[in-house]
T-cell receptor, first 111, second 113 residues
Framework: GESVGLHLPTLSVQEGDNSIINCAYSNSASDYFIWYKQESGKGPQFIIDIRSNMDKRQGQRVTVLLNKTVKHLSLQIAATQPGDSAVYFCAESPAGTALIFGKGTTLSVSS | DSGVTQTPKHLITATGQRVTLRCSPRSGDLSVYWYQQSLDQGLQFLIQYYNGEERAKGNILERFSAQQFPDLHSELNLSSLELGDSALYFC????????????FGDGTRLSIL
């Protein structure tokens, strides 16, 4: 599968590959994290969340990994499909209120 | 469909004017959040209301104000508009005060001419 180490603004994969999108968060006090998908002309769509007492959480075709030691979050998408093409944002919540969004990664899936 | 409704979808106005953006949260959600999305700043938190009361404030300009009404819908008022206020404005809602998924509407695109 295709992956990125540090944040990169774009990621291009082939249909069927696994994708890994990385995110570095800023606040050690953050205890709640979310991944969103944003398609053109739409608002951010909730994908999966994870709390700081966990290091891994799985959903349907998606897995989020949290490494608090290095303040790193990743989203893994299995068997990427053309419909997964979008901008993906990670967000952290340091105080239980506002979400602080990272820079997005544009995922392009070619068939 | 997130269940969050924002109106209008598009708004075109001139500098110096005032506009009001409206948001209806998902049924049962008590918190409403407002965010601004611009190309250079990304998604920025503006303000949160919980059950009618202001709960948190972010990077909201003094020219901007918001309120949440008893029926839980919210309005964001933007006044003395400047060219730099052109952006997408999103509303999100959640059940509780925080640390929960926030569900976003499809935004209002504001263009200042």
């Amino acid at each position: 599968g295709e992956s990125v180490g540090l944040h990169l603004p774009t990621l291009s994969v082939q249909e069927g590959d696994n994708s890994i999108i990385n995110c570095a968060y800023s606040n050690s006090a953050s205890d709640y994290f979310i991944w969103y998908k944003q398609e053109s002309g739409k608002g951010p769509q909730f994908i999966i969340d994870i709390r700081s007492n966990m290091d891994k959480r799985q959903g349907q075709r998606v897995t989020v990994l949290l490494n608090k030691t290095v303040k790193h979050l990743s989203l893994q998408i299995a068997a990427t499909q053309p419909g997964d093409s979008a901008v993906y944002f990670c967000a952290e919540s340091p105080a239980g209120t506002a979400l602080i969004f990272g820079k997005g990664t544009t995922l392009s899936v070619s068939s | 469909d997130s269940g969050v409704t924002q109106t209008p979808k598009h708004l075109i106005t001139a500098t110096g004017q005032r506009v009001t953006l409206r948001c209806s949260p998902r049924s049962g959600d008590l918190s409403v959040y407002w965010y601004q999305q611009s190309l250079d700043q990304g998604l920025q938190f503006l303000i949160q209301y919980y059950n009618g009361e202001e709960r948190a404030k972010g990077n909201i300009l003094e020219r901007f104000s918001a309120q949440q009404f008893p029926d839980l819908h919210s309005e964001l008022n933007l006044s003395s508009l400047e060219l730099g206020d052109s952006a997408l404005y999103f509303c999100a809602s959640s059940v509780g005060r925080g640390n929960q998924p926030q569900h976003f509407g499809d935004g209002t695109r504001l263009s200042i001419l």
